[in-house]
């Protein structure tokens, strides 16, 4: 199944969210966070990966910070706590 291009959304309006496929086991998430945009500290209820597609970003992890770039993939567990500020607009991938 064909799911379309994930470079052709990628319009930067501060932080945006979109879930790009969903089944039972998973779902897929497109993040697109404007330069300048912070996502605030939360957390997920579900094991995550993270691959940054686009810019960079600072992703804090239970208070320790990863600087991340294109090509840099991350993991983190459900309930731990999470922000991510962007240096440059920011495409992320992320799947749970």
Known sequence: MHLGNIFER????????????KEDRFHVVLLRI????L??????TTDAF???MEGEVIFTLNETSFHL???D???FKSYETHAV???QNALLLIVK
């Open 34 to 37: 404007k330069q300048g945009e």
């Open 69 to 71: 770039k294109k090509g």
């Open 85 to 87: 500020q962007a240096l």
């Open 50 to 52: 993270l691959t940054v």
């Open 39 to 44: 996502l605030k500290p939360h957390h997920s």
């Open 10 to 21: 990628t319009l930067f309006e501060k932080i945006k969210s979109e879930q790009v496929y």
């Open 73 to 75: 993939m991350l993991t």
